[in-house]
Structure formats: C-alpha cells, structure tokens
C-alpha cells in the first residue's frame, strides 16, 4: 500500500524541482554563457584565478621534525666536529687490538702545512677495559716527498690476551688468557727514491710486561702453561730493536684498493737488555695484490703474508712476541690469536663484488699456519675457513665491515671499522705481534 | 509523456553547454605565462642534502601515476607546450641561436674585470673542492671554483659546457666564465671571513689562501684555472623540489612533478650525465619586475656532470643506479655479482680531462640520477618528445663549438667529449622520437597543415605513410564530426564550425597520433592546439 504513494511522492517533488529551478537555470545560463555562468573564459583568467586561490593560502613550507634535527646536525657542525675535531680534540672510535671490545677516547690532532707535520696525541679505553696512550709525530713529506720521519710511543695495557699454548695444534679448549703491557718508544726515516718506492730504516726500544689474565671464563696462561713450553712468561724482558724495511706501494686507492700491489718487506733485530735470553731477529713479508675488473665492481684481493723468527744460539722467542694467526684480520674463522708460534704463514683471498653504492659483498677464504722450523714455509698443513663478508661504504670508502666466516673450529661473525687487509705502518713499530 | 520528453532533452542540452567547459580560450594558444602576482611575502627556506636523499629515496613524496590513469604535465599550453616565465624559456629549438649565441649562453658579456687585483672577499676550506667568492676591479662579484688536483681541466670543463647547453634547452642558468691566473693576481680583502675544515667562522689570512691555491692545479705555465659565476639575478630565497609547490609562492600553482620541463630535464640530465640534477642544486630568486616581483627558477652547479664528479672522475655506476638502489641490490646479492650490470661494461679514455664518460653502454632509459626524482619518475612519453626533439636539434658541429667553450688544452679531449655527446644524442633520439608520431612544429602554408616529421628528418625507421582525417570540431561539447571529403593535409575551406581537427597517424598505427586544432579567426585558420596519443 505505501509503494505508489512514495513513488508519487518523488515524481512531484523532480517535476517542481525541473520545471521551476532547474530548466530557468539552465536556460538563462545558455543564453548568458560566456559573459555569467563561467568562471573564465580565457586561459590567462583561469591561470590567474589559480594563483588567485593560493594566494589565499599561502603558506610558508616549514621543514618537517626530521629536517630540523638534520639542520642542527649541520648548523653546529657536528659531523664536522666528531669526524675533524675541535679545535684539535674529536672522539677516536676502535682501533684497539682484536677481542677488546668497543674501544673510545680522546685524540688531539694538529695538522701544520709546512713541513706538512701531523702531531696525534691520545688515550683509549676499551668494554673490556683495555688501555692505550700514545702519542705520534709524522713528518711525511720532506724534501719534496722523498723523505719522512715518524715517531712513535706507546703504552698499552691489554687485559685478557687469549693463549692457546704453542704450535700448530694447540686446541680451543686450552683457551686462557693474559695480561699483556707494553710500552714502546721508535723512530723511523724513510726515503722514496723514485715513485711508489719507500726505504727506510727503524730503532726503538720496547719494555714488555705480562701478567695475570683477567677474564672469568678462562684461566690465566701461566696456571696452565710453564716455562719450558711458553718461554717468557715467568719473567719478561726489555728490548732495543732496529732494522730497515722497503716497500712498494702502487695501490689505486689506499682508503678501498681495487687494483694495483702492496709489497712490504721489514728485518728487525731484537736485543733483550735485561735478562739475555731473547735475542732474535724477526722478518716480516707481505703481498697484497688486487685485480679490479668490470669498471673495478668486482675486485679479486689476494695476500700472503709470513713472518719468520730466528733466535741466536742458545736464545728463545719469548711467546708475546711470537708470530700469531686467528681472528678478524687473517684467519677469521677462528678465535684472535688462535695459533702462536715462531712462524707463520697465511693466505686470504678475496672475490668482492658491487651490490650498491653502500655495499660490497665479498666470498673470501683463508688459509693460514704457525710453525717452529723456517724449513716447515710451505703450504701443507693450513688451516682453512671460508666466509662472506659485507662491506659498507661512505662516499666510496670503506666504514664498516661484517665479516662471517666458518672453520672446523665453528663460526665467527666479525664488526670491524677497518678494511680485512690492514695497511699497517712500516718500521719497527709494527714488526710487533699485537699490534 | 512527450512534453516532458522535450523538457528535459533542452534540459540536457542546456545543461551540458552549461557544465562543459570550452576546450579552447580565446587567448589560446598562451606563449608567455600570463603577469605574475607579486610575490613579495616569499622567505628564503634551506634544504638539507641528506634530507633530500632520504625523502626522495624512502618517502615516495610527489603525486604519481595511479590506477586511475597517467597524469600528463599540466604547466603546458594548447600546444604542448610551457610557457615562457619562470622556470622556461623556449629557445634553441624553435628559434635557432647562433654559434655565436650558443657558446656564449646566458650572458658572456661580463667576465672579470683584468684591470687591478681581484679581491678575495670570503672563502672556505670545508669539503674537498676549494672556492672563494672574488670581486673584481668593478665591484661585480664573482663565485670561484677550480678542479680537482687529479683531474685538471674537468669539472671547470664540464661546467662550461653543460651550462651553455641547459641555456640553449631553455633553462635559467648562471652566467659562467673560464678564468686563467697567477697567485699575484689575488689580494685579500679585509676582514675575510673564512670557514676552516672544522666548520669555524673566523678571519682569513694570507696563509689560509696560500693553502687553498696549494690544492688546485697549475697549468703548465704556471697559471691557476677556475670558473667563475655571477650571483643570478635576483635575492635567493632557496632551492626549489621536484615535487609539490612551493607553499608561499602564489605563482606557482603546478605540481612541479606534474611540469613539462622538470620532467623533461630527465632526457636532458642523462644526455649530459648530470646525476647531480637534485633540488640542492637549484635556486630560487626573487626576481623584480613591472613593479611587483616574482620567483623565478634556476638550475646550476653543473660541476658534477659528464665524466666528473667534481671532485674526481665519475665511476661506472654514477647515472647508473642510485645511490641506495635496493631494486638491484637483491640480484647482485643472490648472484654473487656473476650477474653483471650492463653499465660495468663501459670503457673510459684515461684522459684526465675527461673522466668517466663514455657513450657505448649509455641507455638513455635506463640512465638514473643519484636518488629517486619524482618529476623524472612521472615522465611520459610526450614528456620524453619534447626534450628529446630540443636535443637532437644541435648539429655535430653546434656541439663541437660549444664544446670549445672548455677550452681544453687537449685536443683529443675536446673531441672525445663532442663525440661523446654526438653518439648519446644520437640514442636519445632513437629511444624517444618514435615512442609518439614525431611530427611538430605545426604552420599553415598556402591552405595547408604543414610540419617537420622528425623521424624523417633524423633518418629513424617509419612504417607507412602519414594518414590525416579532418574534423569539425565543437570547442564547447569537445566533439568531432569527420569531414569525409578531406582526405589530405589541404585544410577543408567548407567547414560549418570554426574548430577544426586534424587527426595524424602513420601507416596502420593508430594508436600514436597527433591531432592537430586549427581555429577561423576572421577568415583566418590559426592553429590553436596539439594533442598526442601513445
């Protein structure tokens, strides 16, 4: 019953609204167009009335939250500050030994154009409490390039370096730890003939102490391993050392090398000047050869590096400054320090390939040995792992390196601030086991 | 019954002529964008570089096409066309500039004074690049940059040329000038201030300009080269983006993402390798005139295009992915790189001048710039077309002379780079041109529709002949009614409307074509507007 007379409702009501709104509407408008009914009638009135629009609202484009704190970042150069310093001081991030944790501190930096000196003076401190001083004197660019000075002394003071015991099959689980601190004071000239070729020589003297390790997990070293098989770690020693050193560099981009060799080859003479019982020489080789292909987006890394020990008659090489393989920076599929010995070999090689800007990748695989007989330099007997590492760039530079890498000895997954083959400096400073 | 039949079919009628709006003004076609509005109240506004990385990496900013259909640019007239103003002007296409007028581009006519000293008023030693701001001996003042100590000659070199070359597409640029000097020739104002690498404001010495010129490269005559530019006309108020306007601007009403030549400079920016073709490197000014003022847009900072990066040579990837491209990153990682990326392929001249570029793996398509681009992303075919037809417009020898403007002691070089841009012009051409009916520049000549087939012209490969169908066109109900005697490109003369169309397409293709609109003025046919399909 309702039906029709709610469809009789809406007819009347669309017939009024036709005929008395609608249809007077649309007429007077057709009639009028385009002088009444359209808002514009030339492009320049529409354009015009657009801009009349937001001139009504206009407003100012204020940054976003995200913006602003990026601002203050830039207006109180912050980044300059952290990265360049100032006033000389800025915040030093890493660069302790392997296993110490993260490691901060302060650093004063001055930098004077002539003779192009680099003056560094600084402290650290580590998670896991470990303590370096040190300060640093660079003349790098005498004589037009062709000759430089470097100074160094350092103190540190480790707290739990791992040992395993000597030799090459030591095993995981005989896992300590040591004390060691150090304090050494070198000076090195070198001299660059001709391009990409540096001589030079060292001296420098270096008083060692080790002590109880301080970790809870393990005991100390000396609990577990005597003296006639870990020399030195009842009583240590001070040491004058001295020795020359050349080497090669042609790398193309020393901060990520893609192409081009680093050979470096050091001899060091160590007298011990207390106790006469660790008199030795030590020689340190190391190529670093790098094959950059497809527009340097893939790069193959290669290295080898030994250092041989020779102690004169009826000497020994204390254990602290025996060679030693393990960890981040050459066998990283294995524990720091994993293997010492009065030898040592390793091989890395690297396949690394463009992913983005940001990120490399790379496959890497090493292979490394300690040994008690210079005879016993071949490649039988290595240690192996493998791995895949990521490799974050800033502004085309490398800022921070994952590495995981697996053995037989299980898997490591390594954060570093530092590229896997470390350019270290030459001279005797660096002709040091930890260094 | 009938009655109301007819009311509402004159309803229908006079309400559809009500509501439609009529497809062409009567001061269509519009060359010049009508005066602007004052736009005084503007405030100068900063951008933050990172920032901008990561709006336009990550948040997706900008209106993009949808499910609903493509946006096509909408800063333009009838013609397809933006119009003269602020951000354009057309130049080297439609009104061929002289060699003469190419080499010199925005200004010429204003170098450093080589009377007396130049004196340098402000500087900084932050980034790698050293520059300064000078004032010569007529108080202009200039803006100083120079090159990288391992690559004399090229970024100052491409600078040069990219400027000339974005002046003669159409753009507002700085008026830039190559410089020759020996340390002599500078004195240090008073009270410089000058930032050092730790970011503090304090007074410049002699020593600190010492060490500045101790990073730029000397010429073998022991002369300094830079390149300087006059600040641009007007007072900065800011870079502009690529997307969204700007709020305190009434004159700028279009979507920047949505305008033609933003979206063009994509082909313009992978011509010339200009990766660094980002708002920072954009300036807003406000300019004055008839007594109001108004912003006017600028590109500049071309240090960073063709083989430089301004600080060093480009690298492979630069123009070849972004700087955080995540689409490619998963198939680099899953293929441990064994899947190699087209651009790693290319091969560079080891000519320090130069840097990397090259033209053998360039993909005109496929070339990226360092972050996401939303007025490069919304690019259209019709877009593309229209820079790309700008660009084939230089001749091998047009090319060659503005490349001169380098002045590079190297002749190899100087050939390399207009070879260079020859072979990338020549892709562009071929990637471009034939994603529409390349048919343009419309005239009337002696009753007939006449027009430059660009294919043609350029020797690209066409299939078939050109088909024309003539309309009549109602400008108010936007319809066309065939004119069925009209078989060829004589315009019909029996036309009841004063709208016609022209439909174009070639061979069997129907679906590019270009519709071409002609208006009867007083007995006169003028052509009022152009439409493209794809």
């Known amino acids: 019953m309702n039906e029709p007379m709610k469809v009789q ?134 004589a037009h390039d062709h000759l430089s000075v470097d100074f160094n002394a350092v103190h540190r003071n480790y707290s739990q370096i791992d040992y395993f015991g000597p030799g090459p099959r030591s095993l995981k689980s005989d896992r300590t730890d ?189 292979g490394g040995k300690v040994f008690s007989r210079r005879g016993q330099l071949n490649f039988s007997h290595l240690q192996g792992d493998g791995g895949i590492g990521f490799r974050f760039n800033v502004q085309g530079r490398p800022f921070l390196r994952v590495d995981i890498a697996g053995s037989h000895e299980g898997f490591q997954v390594w954060l570093k601030f530092n590229d896997i083959f470390v350019r270290h400096p030459v001279g005797s400073a660096s002709a040091q086991p930890i260094s | 019954m009938n009655k109301s039949l007819l009311k509402f079919a004159l309803i229908a009628v006079t309400s559809a002529r009500l509501l439609a709006a009529d497809k062409f003004y009567r001061d269509d076609p519009l060359q010049k964008e009508p005066q602007p509005r004052d736009a005084a109240g503007v405030k100068p506004r900063k951008l933050n570089d990172y920032y901008d990385l990561l709006e336009n990496s990550f948040m997706n900013r900008g209106e993009r096409h949808g499910a609903a259909g493509t946006i096509r640019a909408r800063d333009l007239n009838t013609l397809d066309e933006p119009m003269d103003g602020a951000w354009y002007m057309h130049r080297h296409y439609w009104n061929p500039m002289t060699d003469e007028q190419l080499r010199r581009g925005p200004g010429g006519t204003n170098p450093p004074s080589e009377a007396g000293p130049w004196a340098v008023v402000s500087a900084k030693s932050e980034g790698i690049t050293p520059g300064f701001v000078m004032r010569d001996s007529k108080g202009e003042r200039y803006y100083v940059k120079f090159d990288p100590m391992t690559n004399p000659e090229m970024a100052t070199g491409a600078e040069m040329i990219v400027d000339r070359l974005l002046y003669a597409l159409g753009y507002h640029v700085p008026d830039y000038y190559l410089i020759h000097f020996t340390a002599d020739k500078l004195a240090l104002g008073t009270d410089v201030k000058f930032r050092d690498s730790e970011g503090h404001e304090r007074r410049m010495t002699q020593r600190d300009l010492d060490k500045l010129l101790a990073r730029i490269p000397k010429t073998p005559d022991g002369r300094y080269r830079g390149i300087v530019s006059l600040q641009v006309e007007g007072t900065p108020v800011g870079p502009f983006k690529y997307f969204g306007t700007r709020g305190d601007d009434p004159n700028d009403v279009v979507r920047h993402e949505h305008r033609r030549e933003l979206r063009g400079l994509f082909v313009f920016a992978s011509w010339l390798n200009h990766d660094d073709s980002r708002s920072i490197n954009s300036l807003d000014t406000l300019v004055p005139g008839n007594g109001a003022s108004y912003v006017r847009h600028h590109l500049m900072d071309f240090g960073a295009t063709l083989g430089s990066a301004s600080t060093m040579p480009k690298t492979a990837q630069v123009g070849s992915e972004y700087y ?112 529409v009916l390349p048919l343009d520049r419309f005239a009337l000549a002696d009753g007939k529709l006449v027009f430059h087939d660009l294919a043609e012209e350029h020797g690209l490969a066409v299939t078939g002949p050109l088909h024309v169908r003539w309309s009549s066109f109602d400008n108010g109900m936007g319809q066309k009614s065939p004119i069925s005697a009209a078989q060829d490109f004589r315009v019909p003369e029996d036309s009841a409307s004063s709208y016609l169309a022209a439909d174009i397409w070639r061979g069997d293709d129907k679906g590019k074509t270009v519709t071409v609109y002609l208006r009867a003025t007083n007995g006169r046919n003028e052509i009022v507007g152009v439409e493209r399909t794809w």
């Open chain 1, 9 to 142: 409702g809406r007819s009347s009501w669309t017939r009024e609204f036709t005929l008395r709104l609608l249809l007077p509407i649309s007429l007077a408008c057709s009639l009028l167009t385009p002088f009444l009914c359209r808002a514009q009638d030339t492009r320049t009135g529409e354009i015009e009335q657009q801009r009349d629009e937001k001139a009504a609202h206009v407003q100012y484009d204020a940054p976003k939250k995200l913006e602003k704190d990026l601002f203050f970042i830039e207006d109180n150069k912050i980044l300059e500050r952290v990265t360049a310093g100032y006033h000389g001081w800025n915040l030093q991030f890493g660069g302790l030994v392997q296993g110490s944790g993260f490691a901060l501190g302060p650093e004063y930096h001055l930098h004077t154009e002539s003779p192009g000196s680099e003056l560094r003076v600084g402290a650290q401190l580590s998670t896991k409490l470990y303590q370096k001083y040190y300060v640093g004197w660079t003349l790098p660019k005498l």
């Open chain 2, 324 to 435: 955080l491209d995540l689409k490619s990153a998963p198939r680099q990682i899953a293929t441990f790189g064994l899947n190699v990326p087209y651009w790693a392929h290319a091969r560079y001249p080891h000519d320090p001048a130069v840097g990397g570029f090259e033209s053998a793996t360039f993909r005109p398509d496929s070339w990226k710039p360092d972050y996401p681009n939303p007025a490069f992303q919304n690019r259209l075919p019709d877009d593309e077309f229209w820079a790309a037809k700008q660009v084939m417009a230089f001749t091998d020898e047009q090319i060659r002379g503005i490349v001169k403007v380098a002045q590079y002691s190297d002749r190899d070089a100087e050939r390399y780079i207009a070879d260079t841009l020859i072979a990338r012009r020549d892709k562009i051409g071929k990637q471009y041109l034939t994603k």
């Open chain 1, 178 to 366: 040591y004390r060691l601190e150090d304090t050494a004071v070198d000076l090195a000239l070198g001299a660059k003939p001709v391009r990409h070729l540096e001589l030079g020589g060292s001296a420098g003297f270096l008083a060692v102490n080790v002590g109880p390790g301080q970790s809870d997990e393990f005991p100390s070293s000396e609990q577990v391993f005597p003296p006639t098989i870990t020399p030195g770690i009842d009583k240590q020693t001070n040491f004058l050392r001295v020795g020359p050193y050349a080497q090669v560099d042609y790398l193309d981009n020393p901060q990520g090398p893609a192409s081009g060799g680093l050979y470096t080859f050091e001899y060091t003479w160590y007298r011990d000047q207390k106790l006469n019982l660790h008199d030795f020489q030590r020689m340190d080789a190391e190529i670093q050869q790098y094959f950059g292909f497809f527009n340097k987006t893939r790069v193959l890394a290669l290295r080898a590096k030994t250092t041989l020990t020779d102690a004169d008659t009826g000497q020994t090489v204390p254990f602290y400054m025996q060679p030693m393989i393990g960890g981040s920076e050459d066998l990283r599929g294995f524990l720091p320090f994993r293997f010492y010995d009065n030898n040592s070999l390793v091989l890395n090689a690297e396949y690394r390939w463009h992913v983005v800007s940001i990120l490399n990748m790379a496959l890497f695989a090493d």
